[in-house]
C-alpha cells in the first residue's frame, strides 16, 4: 500500500469503507496507464456505471496530475480530498481554473475535507446521477429547504 499512515488511515479508508458499504465496486491504488500518464488512484469507485476517482491529498501539488488521471479513467466524477479548509478552498479554485482551461466538460470536480465528503457520501447519495453537491461559496448562499437545510432537488439541477 503506498502512502503514508495519516494517507491511508486517515484520509482514504473512511470514504474506502464508506463506499463499499453503499454498494459500491472500489478499487484501491488503481492503476492508470495510457500512452501519456502513468500512475495510480487512490480510490476508483463503481456504482451503477458511475465512474468516481478519489485522491487524498496533503498538500497542493499534485491537483492537477489529480484530474489528468481522472480524466484517462474517464471519470464521471474527481473528489480529491484534504485534511483542512484552507487546502480545500485553494485547490477548489486550482480546478476549476484546470478545467475551464482544458476545457473538460464530461467530468465534475470536488475538493473537501474527509468530514465534508463523507457527509456528501451519506446525506446526498453520490453514486445517484447528479445528485452530488459540493459545498462551495456558491452553494452556501444558494437558498435551502427549511425542514432539511438541505439544497433542493430544484437548485441540484441549475448547479453547472
Not at 487512490?42 to 481522472?70: C, M, N, T
Not at 473528489?79 to 485553494?90: H, Q
Not at 444558494?142 to 438541505?150: D, E, F, I, L, M
Request: charged fraction near 25%; charge should be positive; aromatic fraction near 6%.
Amino acid at each position: 500500500m503506498r502512502g503514508s499512515v495519516i494517507h491511508n488511515l486517515t484520509l482514504v479508508a473512511p470514504l474506502e469503507n464508506l463506499a463499499r458499504s453503499l454498494g459500491a465496486t472500489v478499487q484501491r491504488e488503481h492503476r492508470v496507464v495510457t500512452p501519456s500518464v502513468d500512475g495510480y488512484v487512490d480510490l476508483l469507485v463503481i456504482h451503477q456505471s458511475r465512474r468516481i476517482v478519489i485522491e487524498a491529498e496533503r498538500s497542493l501539488d499534485r491537483v492537477r496530475w489529480d484530474i489528468i488521471k481522472a480524466v484517462a479513467l474517464r471519470a464521471d466524477q474527481l473528489l480529491i480530498v484534504f485534511p483542512t479548509t484552507r487546502l480545500v478552498r485553494v485547490a477548489q479554485k486550482r480546478a476549476d481554473e484546470a478545467k475551464a482551461f482544458w476545457k473538460l466538460q464530461n467530468i465534475e470536480i470536488f475538493c473537501l475535507t474527509v468530514g465534508a465528503a463523507l457527509q456528501q457520501f451519506t446525506d446526498n447519495k453520490p453514486f445517484e446521477v447528479n445528485l452530488y453537491v459540493p459545498t462551495t461559496s456558491i452553494q452556501q448562499n444558494a437558498p435551502r429547504n427549511a425542514k432539511t437545510s438541505k439544497v433542493t432537488s430544484v437548485e441540484r439541477s441549475t448547479h453547472p
